[in-house]
């Protein structure tokens, strides 16, 4: 039973029950309500299912070997958190690694293969290389590792839509209505992929300030080791206006429709949440105040993707 928990903390399985519930609200809140209009794709719930293991299986493979080779920085960061050399051995954290790794991209094939897409195989493929160079070296860099982790943030989204989207095709509706309905579905799935990228650029951001001691004692060169404190708070607060800025814009969009709803939950969980981490970055000071703040940027990362609910009940 340790062993267990153990290997649930390693592959931080809060992490991954959010990729599987963003994908799931993906489908659920843009997808399934396009059948009723006719429109239909040959990517089906079978596939979707396979498709959010491949993601779950990749992604805790990307923690499992990340934790691997940032060992050493983890004890001066987090102590008595590693699991590492603890409880698991360092040999089987690689086993683990390669085995959700090749189930993730097996998957990923025979999603291709089934629904001749081929594509998925190779872009999943990319993303376990692209997560096993982040834990060996790209995270130690400038911004590099902070933009690639974002952007894999996105891909939650993004693949998600693509396996959809490449397969889309109308059953009987009307033409117009059709292309007006994959617009629509190209639009929002963009604004969800944009936000997601957005929050976890700042969330990173956020996480160098609370590691900085280790990252330092180990020749990292993070944001805030080569920029500074004050120059790091202020590339996260432009994003974080920037988020505010097109949140409020899009609301003001919905609102002409009478989405009053929609309003009423960006402000109480999106915007209000994101100006109170402003003022609180710029006083925060401690490990600990940036951990804080790391932990209610996440919370408003789910409150943003559970805002896809709206859209299913506007649909």
Not at 208 to 222: H, I, L, P
Request: aromatic share 16%.
């Amino acid at each position: 039973m340790k062993l267990i928990a153990a290997f649930f903390r390693l592959v931080r399985w809060q992490n991954l029950a959010f990729i599987a519930i963003t994908q799931l609200l993906f489908y659920f809140s843009l997808i399934q309500p396009l059948y009723g209009k006719g429109i239909y794709f040959q990517f089906d719930r079978i596939h979707f299912m396979l498709l959010i293991i491949a993601s779950v299986f990749i992604a805790a493979a990307g923690y499992i070997i990340n934790d691997y080779f940032d060992l050493n920085i983890d004890q001066v960061n987090k102590p008595g958190r590693t699991v590492i050399d603890k409880t698991i051995k360092r040999r089987w954290a690689i086993v683990q690694h390669i085995l959700l790794s090749l189930a993730g991209i097996l998957i990923s094939v025979y999603i291709d293969l089934t629904t001749r897409t081929f594509w998925l195989g190779i872009s999943n493929f990319i993303c376990v290389m692209l997560l096993f160079g982040y834990s060996i070296s790209l995270k130690k860099k400038l911004l590099i590792g902070n933009l690639l982790i974002s952007a894999l943030t996105a891909w939650v989204i993004i693949v998600a839509f693509l396996c959809y989207y490449r397969t889309i095709y109308c059953a009987g509706c009307n033409q117009g209505y059709f292309d007006v309905y994959v617009h629509r579905l190209i639009r929002i799935s963009v604004l969800y992929a944009g936000f997601a990228f957005i929050i976890s650029l700042i969330r990173e951001v956020v996480k160098d300030m609370e590691d900085m001691d280790g990252d330092a004692r180990y020749g990292c060169r993070t944001m805030p080791i080569v920029w500074g404190i004050p120059a790091s708070k202020i590339f996260a607060a432009v994003w974080l206006v920037v988020l505010i800025s097109i949140i409020c814009v899009v609301q003001v969009y919905v609102l002409q429709f009478g989405w009053w709803w929609s309003a009423a939950y960006s402000i109480v969980l999106l915007i209000l949440p994101l100006i109170w981490i402003i003022f609180k970055l710029r006083a925060a000071q401690s490990a600990a105040d940036y951990r804080r703040l790391s932990s209610v940027i996440k919370y408003v990362m789910l409150a943003g993707i559970f805002s896809m609910l709206v859209f299913r009940i506007y649909s």
